[in-house]
């Protein structure tokens, strides 16, 4: 055990991660969340390669496939035609992975999965209805203050990791900058038992184009078979949230979607503003960023949950190197690795994935779906296609790079 201790701000998937990463390294961790108990709302589930090699590496990637569904191929389709464009298979990366498939498992089954591993760690303490507020640092240390229930707190500890969101207290109270910008429309998400698989031909992952209104649609395992679908859409930023999640409204989005004689089941429904963001720094002396408190992105493409894991796994490992005696250039290292992850890839790659789906443009559209023809029926082409999907590339160049 080392003499340094460690508050993470947020007990999501990103901090119990990071938590687990630091008792293992001997530091002792105390991990804050807001909520009395780990939300199960239906956020993120697509878990890339990349993510899986390091949940591999935790003891838990096994957990997560039986948690989820394997899919070892995503599809893209002309929603105004029905065509089915291309399709990739993982497989193409077998020779330079283990897991050559992507796992559809929610986040709050990755929490779970990861709540447990971290029961095991005497030096890992999970406080459930506590919130951090502010802190204020020296050289030295952190003073955090705590607000859990109606009494508050403070603990003086030696780093401060903030994983609390997009809205991060801890990355407004240190004053960093989150730069980018916010769609001006919003993205639905509407949840149904309709099996797309059996009546649509789809595969677990799909991207659909569309000139005006593009549109993915996945599954999920949910409680177990047969699974959830998701579907996420556009939807007019004019309009109120009661009028665009009304059942009227819904049904006539799931109608044009994929006209049925009966309603659509709907499980869940929900609206999200979306945001392309990065913090100008992950780390500012003893407070540390990770996950959407450091970088938020469109969900197109699945890269933000992905990269919030990776962020935790990365700066566990290199903040309990610091923490053990080594230099804090450690943690300069983590900031640039992880911040150019988030600027030069994710980022331009959400972004780009969403202006191909949304494309007005019927010549650049025609061109696109050319273009990812060709890529489909070149093997290599195609290993490279979905080695970049896979954020295996993203994942090696971060490993690489140097101060």
Not at 31 to 60: C, S
Not at 102 to 107: G, L, W
Request: charged content about 30%.
């Amino acid at each position: 055990m080392t003499k340094d201790s460690v508050i993470i701000a947020g007990g999501g998937p990103v901090g119990l991660i990071t938590g687990l990463g630091l008792a293992r390294a001997g530091v002792p961790v105390t991990i804050f969340e807001r909520y009395e108990e780990l939300p199960d709302d239906p956020r993120a589930a697509t878990v890339h390669p990349a993510t899986l090699e390091l949940l591999a590496d935790y003891g838990m990637e096994e957990d997560v496939r039986k948690a989820g569904l394997v899919c070892p191929t995503f599809q893209h389709w002309d929603r105004a035609s029905g065509e089915l464009i291309a399709e990739f298979d993982h497989g193409v990366l077998a020779g330079e992975t283990a897991f050559p498939y992507v796992v559809q498992c929610e986040q709050f089954k990755i929490s779970r999965i990861a709540l447990a591993r971290l029961a095991e760690e005497p030096l890992a303490t999970l406080r459930l209805g506590a919130e951090v507020t502010g802190f204020t640092q020296d050289e030295t240390g952190v003073d955090v203050t705590v607000r859990a229930g109606d009494a508050e707190e403070r603990h003086r500890v030696s780093w401060l990791v903030g994983s609390d969101g997009g809205r991060s207290t801890v990355r407004k109270a240190a004053g960093i900058a989150f730069k980018g910008f916010t769609f001006p429309e919003q993205f639905m998400v509407l949840t149904t038992p309709f099996d797309f698989e059996k009546h649509r031909g789809f595969s677990y992952r799909n991207y659909l184009s569309d000139p005006e209104e593009w549109a993915n649609c996945f599954k999920v395992a949910h409680d177990g078979p047969p699974g959830l679908w998701r579907i996420v859409l556009p939807v007019d930023p004019d309009k109120g949230e009661a009028e665009l999640l009304s059942d009227e409204a819904v049904q006539g989005k799931m109608q044009k979607f994929f006209p049925k004689p009966d309603p659509y089941e709907i499980v869940h429904r929900k609206l999200y503003t979306v945001h392309q963001r990065v913090a100008e720094t992950f780390r500012k002396g003893r407070v540390l960023l990770a996950g959407d408190a450091s970088h938020a992105n469109n969900p197109i493409g699945g890269m933000g949950l992905n990269g919030g894991i990776q962020d935790g796994v990365n700066l566990a490992e290199k903040l309990g190197r610091v923490c053990a005696g080594e230099s804090e250039e450690l943690l300069d290292l983590y900031d640039k690795q992880r911040r150019t992850i988030a600027t030069d890839f994710v980022q331009r790659q959400s972004i780009e994935n969403k202006k191909r789906l949304e494309s007005r443009d019927e010549a650049a559209r025609q061109a696109n779906f050319r273009e990812l023809r060709a890529i489909a029926a070149d093997p290599e082409r195609a290993r490279v296609f979905v080695r970049r999907a896979a954020m295996l590339e993203a994942q090696r160049q971060a490993a690489a790079t140097v101060l």
